[in-house]
């Protein structure tokens, strides 16, 4: 941890675009809201599923608007970061990373609902960066990427002979993961959960996905991006809504990965969320 560096970044809320309709899987045509802005409706903790839209980011969307100076916030910024807002009526007030979102390039934060209500969609926010590099001792096998190390601290991630005993609300089959594949990192971005078969929706759990939970994907490994290998085990955050879209679904930034069999271990938890471990955050 020592070893770190923590930076800050520079964002502003992100305008919603449209761009007109488009064909979902099921072959109807569509014009739904999606992605961007502040959304007051829907936070961690809320279900990701059966929303009125495509792809929804809870809380505020930020971005830079300088293509490499975004491609840098949402490479640096690190789930559980601190996001401090530096305009507005709600100046000074402190929220946290919850992921980012490949394809539009957002980085989304979580502010208080009370905050959230307060807010106009002009803000700009201070990312304190903080997380990328980030080793385990004794667990060289692991790659960590995208976590803050203070919220992984309030983890209750534990070491049982060897292994990592990790807490997820659902454990994802690799062959369910759809959008983002080919990518050559995950260190920026998200790839998604395919929910086009329901009865694959209910038997894996993924009908009961609230935006921050935590969730296994299992034989898939993401030290340099997502492909099948057997035995992997990449642990990941849900950072957007269910979509329309064939191959898409709720979208997982990756916070840890091993190429190794029996090393990350699983465990189900119902509260396996962000909103669950927030509040213990000592900042």
């Known amino acids: 941890k020592d070893k770190l560096v923590k930076m800050a970044l520079n964002a502003r809320v ?159 089959p690799a062959h369910l993961m759809g959008s983002g594949l080919g990518s050559q990192t995950m260190m920026e971005g998200d790839y998604d959960i395919m929910t086009q078969d329901e009865q694959a929706n209910r038997r894996y759990g993924i009908d009961k996905l609230r935006f921050g939970d935590f969730v296994a994907i299992l034989d898939h490994d993401c030290t340099y991006g997502p492909h099948y290998k057997e035995g992997a085990v990449s642990i990941g955050v849900i950072v957007h809504s269910d979509s329309f879209t064939s191959g898409h679904g709720p979208g997982v930034t990756v916070i840890a990965t091993t190429p190794k069999k029996n090393i990350i271990l699983p465990r189900i938890e119902e509260d396996a969320n962000l909103i669950t471990y927030f509040p213990q955050m000592d900042r």
Not at 58 to 80: D, I, R
Not at 118 to 141: P, R, V
Request: glycine fraction near 14%.
């Open 14 to 172: 992100d305008h919603p675009r449209m761009s007109g309709f488009y064909v979902g899987h099921d072959g109807k045509g569509r014009m739904p809201v999606g992605t961007g802005g502040v959304v007051y409706s829907h936070e961690i903790g809320d279900s990701c599923m059966k929303i009125a839209g495509d792809h929804i980011e809870p809380g505020v969307s930020m971005a830079n608007p300088g293509q490499k100076e975004n491609h840098a916030v949402e490479t640096l910024s690190c789930v559980g970061n601190e996001v401090v807002i530096l305009s507005g009526e709600q100046k000074g007030k402190k929220g946290y990373v919850t992921g980012t979102h490949g394809g539009v390039d957002h980085t989304m934060a979580y502010f208080p609902k009370d905050v959230i209500e307060k807010m106009d969609g002009t803000e700009n926010f201070l990312i304190k960066s903080y997380g990328q590099g980030m080793k385990l001792e004794g667990f060289e096998s692991v790659h960590m990427m995208n976590l803050d190390p203070d919220l992984f601290e309030v983890l209750p991630v534990y070491e049982e002979e060897g292994h990592l005993s990790w807490p997820v609300a659902a454990c994802i």
